[in-house]
């Protein structure tokens, strides 16, 4: 449970690295932004969904984004811990 805990913070600050830098072209990140939906709020979606089942909490989620993922990574029903 530490290593992943370890790497959700390392990939938490890899994205504040990434996304805190300002360039001086307009490319795929300009057009995330304009477009209004992003991957985390996508994935926030699907996973509320098929834990819930409901569409209201899906909307919710989907506006929290990237902070609902982390938390359903950290809080991970014993079957949904597939493993492939």
């Known amino acids: 449970m530490n290593k992943l805990k370890l790497t959700l913070i390392f990939l938490l600050f890899f994205a504040f690295e990434c996304f805190s830098q300002q360039t001086g ?14 991957l985390g709020s ?9 834990r819930n089942k409901s569409v209201l909490l899906a909307l919710i989620h989907g506006i929290f984004s990237w ?9 991970r029903k014993p079957e949904e811990r597939r493993k492939y």
Request: hydrophobic share 55%; net charge negative; aromatic share 12%.
């Open 42 to 50: 996508v994935l926030a979606v699907v996973v509320s969904w098929e």
């Open 25 to 38: 072209n307009d490319g795929i990140g300009s057009t995330a932004i304009r477009s209004g939906i992003g």
């Open 67 to 75: 902070l609902y993922v982390l938390y359903f990574v950290l809080t």
